[in-house]
């Protein structure tokens, strides 16, 4: 696998698509990496430093553990402390702060909570413990949803009934428009996420370009790819010319990936679910359709949670709208670590704030 | 004798004698430990002693490359020849959880009396505790060890200056990955195994060369980054991307699961600063011993930049490798 990826870490490769975008760029230019996955590739990597000061790389909302509310995650606490539920998250997930603790404090509060690497880890709990109900907290965006709807799919098929998600799966198109619609949006273009696309296709994109006048670079996560990306966004701004391209075309379809996107579609519905830093987006995620909602948490039981308030001095919001960077914010490095995260972007492997903080400039 | 072990095993009664002597004797017995004292007396020629502790709770208990035996016994060994000791005596004990198989606690001791073997230490006192079920996950090991320093040379950070090179004496995360790759089931085009190996005589040689050490550590939990920065408090450090040996199916796993190989543990790596002019010499002793074969200069003490790990990415850019704070977790989209 990874002699097929070396062609695109060719450093004299990127060293020189970098030389040419330098060559090209004569204005500013704000470019929005959506994915949290690109955040930490241009940290990790330098990318930024390379492409010249014209151009200007800013991080979007495009990371799940980011943008879960801190109620969701006080609904998740209140699901834990039922007798009887066991409770299964990604790892990311449980260090981030709710209203009075994060999932890790509750563990050790002697909640069960338990740390899997797939849905299907959960469903393994499920068939072996009977006596327990285990609920798995279901984040994600396109890349994540069908394989949690083919794991509903085969609960429901198997009769699987101690097991159920608490969904707070997102899709993009409607956050995108709502940070690209800002009277004050300063974003020229975007770095679209590579793995989402592999199922959504490009058509996804076409809105941005035609109603909001922002051009569309789909991208691998080397850093050649995101400098191929990058240099035909450059192009294009150089010129004036808005338009949607393809940059990931060794794993990226037109069409992209119509089975599991038929398979969410069976399984889930769209829904307007509340965002860490931008409140309640109409349409922008999911909740099981009728058929499935045995195994929906918030069916399963009555949690009733009283709405969370977002820090005041915690900018995680305005960070994931691509408006400020993480040194902009003053807890930043200060009473906001990754061992005492105050916001989400501080958790996560792939938040913006623990890109930064993780991968420091000089 | 049973197939399992029970409270029995651990009452001090007529039970323990017998898993004493069936398992533990049987495998690790030498003039020392046979002699059955509360205390293991022990001969100390003239020199310094370096002391250590450890506890190993490896789950899962045998994994690609090794087993919670030959880790306590390596882990031990290691922590003693950075010093720049010699290992000479470990200690163990063992608090096995009721019920564990008697079968697996004999391959366990096997293990580590291979690795003592290996190792040249004898194993000279020892204890056995039996919890209830829930009460441990299996079995847990605490050692301590006893090496001793036959020169008169100081190794520490106190000695570490810039221009001093550093030296990995081998592929990066290959343990992180193996105990992964076991524990969640995760399946890559060829078995990754634990490099977890005694690096005492690799080690002697490199002090007995009479190169100009500075100072050495072994790259266990939290990985190079850890390692390095726990070194970088009076100094900087540079390291160059290009240079750090990661193997093949290791980069793909962390390519696969989003981590990155310099926060990975290691069982048997050890970082070595030494003074310039002798950095050839101890790279060739390291590639010419099987634990050190892929050894490799990664970088260097730098004036600037102190108390920071800077690292010069493939595309020449510096930034800065901070200590990692919570697990590692693959990446979710």
Redesign the interface.
Known sequence: ???Y?DEY?D?PL??EI?EAIRGLSTKPFNIMEV???HT?AI?????Q??VGENINLISGPG???CVTSKVDIDKAIAISQIEDVALCT???MI?VPGTKMSLSEAKARGRDIR?V?SVY?AIGFAKKEKEKKIIFIS???E??TPTVSAAVKQCAREGISNFGILTLNKTMPAALREVLSEEESKIDALLCPG??STITGTGMYNFIVDELGVSCCISGFE?VDMLKAIYILTEGHEVGEKKLANAYERAVKAEGNKKARAMMEEVFRAASVEWRGFGVIPGSGLELKDDYAKFDAGKIFDIDVPPAEETDRCMCGDILRGKLKPIDCKLFKTAC???DPQGACMVS??GTCAAW?????? | MNSKVTIAHGSGGKMTRALIKDVFFKYLGNDILDRCDDSAVIEIDKGRIAVTTDSFVVKPIFFPGGDIGKLAICGTVNDLAVSGAEPKYITCGFIIEEGFPVTDLEVIVRSMAKWACEANVKIVAGDTKVVEIGEADGIFINTSGVGILKHDRELGVDKISSGDKIIVSGTIGDHAIAILSKR?G?RF?STIESDCAPLNKMLTEVIESGAEVKFMRDVTRGGLATTLNEVAEDVGILINE?SLPVS?PV??AT??L?L?PVYLANEGKVIILVKASDEAKVLQILKNNEYGAKAETIGEVTEE?VG?V?LK????????I?MP?????????
């Open positions: 696998m990874l002699k990826l870490r450093a990127a060293l970098a994915c949290g996955g930490m940290r990790k990597n330098g990318i430093k390379i990371c799940p553990v990604f790892g990311d260090y740390t690497y880890d984040i994600g965006f890349t994540t793995h989402v850093p670590t990754p061992e492997s792939e903080y993780k991968y420091g400039e000089l | 969640k995760l085009e290009e093949e980069r793909g390519e696969l989003g990155d930049n920071k800077c990415t493939i595309l020449g850019v510096t930034r800065i901070d704070t919570a697990e590692h977790l693959p990446r979710i989209c």
